[in-house]
């Protein structure tokens, strides 16, 4: 039987710029809408069977507007959206939300906080602790030099999944690996962490990267995780600043060609479907 594949990180957005402020003068290539119809045909040729889309705002609206999006479109198996954490409402938002099938986690936009150790606030704390309840994920948006907290944090909730998106976003580009491979390396150790293969041409050399830049990175997280914790996602629209979504996926997917057949199905799908509860 062919592997079922997931890309298990992805987006859409109607573009405004007001609400986009984040795109900067080179990311023109984003700054449009970027709906369903406009990737299921990249599924289809890279023989994807299912996504995961995972917020692009911080807002309830889009949340609300994804579960829209994933009722419309089968291939949308999950939605990882956001919810003010640190309101004291949160139980509202989150049962609100937590009832609909095929939302399966939430995610913050930890990277962009000016307090690194934004995720250690009281009630930002309180507010993780809640997701349990809901049978809720936890994605983990950071940067290198967010690893050391996130070890704090993940530590204070060991029965809580949580997914590192984009390997933490290590400086490919420099290729630099320290000391972002001992810090993913420890937050590894906590078995309730898993890590996404995504997002690592946007960390290279945007118009000359190669294949071999990423294998580095690719070995340690691989090593780090095992081949039950990996996932893979292509971060779609917001890897075509620096490449294709064939070129993307074919990244990863090279890459794990290595590993056994069950090996690569526990990357390519069983892994989500674990992490994020989704069904076929």
Not at 6 to 17: E, G, K, R
Not at 65 to 88: H, M, Q, R, T, Y
Not at 89 to 108: N, T, V
Not at 156 to 161: G, N, T
């Amino acid at each position: 039987m062919p592997i079922v594949k997931i890309d298990t990180h992805q987006h859409f957005w109607l573009y405004t710029p007001a609400e986009y402020g984040w795109m900067g003068p080179h990311m023109g290539r984003l700054k449009k809408d970027h709906l369903p119809a406009d990737l299921w045909p990249l599924l289809q040729s890279s023989g994807i069977d299912g996504t995961i889309a995972v917020q692009a705002r911080q807002c309830v609206e889009e949340s609300r507007w994804l579960l829209e999006l994933a009722d419309e479109n089968a291939f949308i198996k999950g939605v990882v959206g956001w919810v003010d954490l640190c309101s004291p409402k949160l139980s509202e938002q989150l049962e609100l939300f937590a009832s609909h099938p095929k939302y399966c986690g939430i995610r913050h936009v930890v990277q962009d906080e000016p307090d690194d150790r934004f995720v250690m606030r009281a009630d930002f704390l309180r507010g993780v602790g809640q997701l349990s309840e809901f049978g809720l994920t936890y994605d983990l948006l950071l940067f290198p030099r967010h690893l050391p907290v996130a070890c704090e944090l993940v530590r204070q909730f060991p029965e809580q999944p949580f997914a590192v998106d984009h390997l933490a976003k290590p400086r490919i580009k420099e290729n630099q690996l320290q000391p972002w491979e001992n810090d993913i390396r420890r937050l590894a150790r906590f078995e309730n962490v898993f890590c996404k293969v995504s997002g690592m041409v946007t960390e290279a050399d945007w118009d000359n990267w190669n294949s071999a830049d990423f294998k580095p990175y690719l070995d340690v997280v691989l090593e780090s995780f095992g081949t039950k914790r990996l996932m893979l996602g292509s971060d779609w629209p917001v890897c075509t600043l620096a490449g294709t979504y064939p070129e993307v996926m074919r990244i990863a997917s090279d890459y794990i060609g290595q590993l056994s057949k069950d090996e690569q199905a526990e990357i390519w799908s069983k892994n989500a479907k674990r992490f994020y509860g989704i069904g076929e």
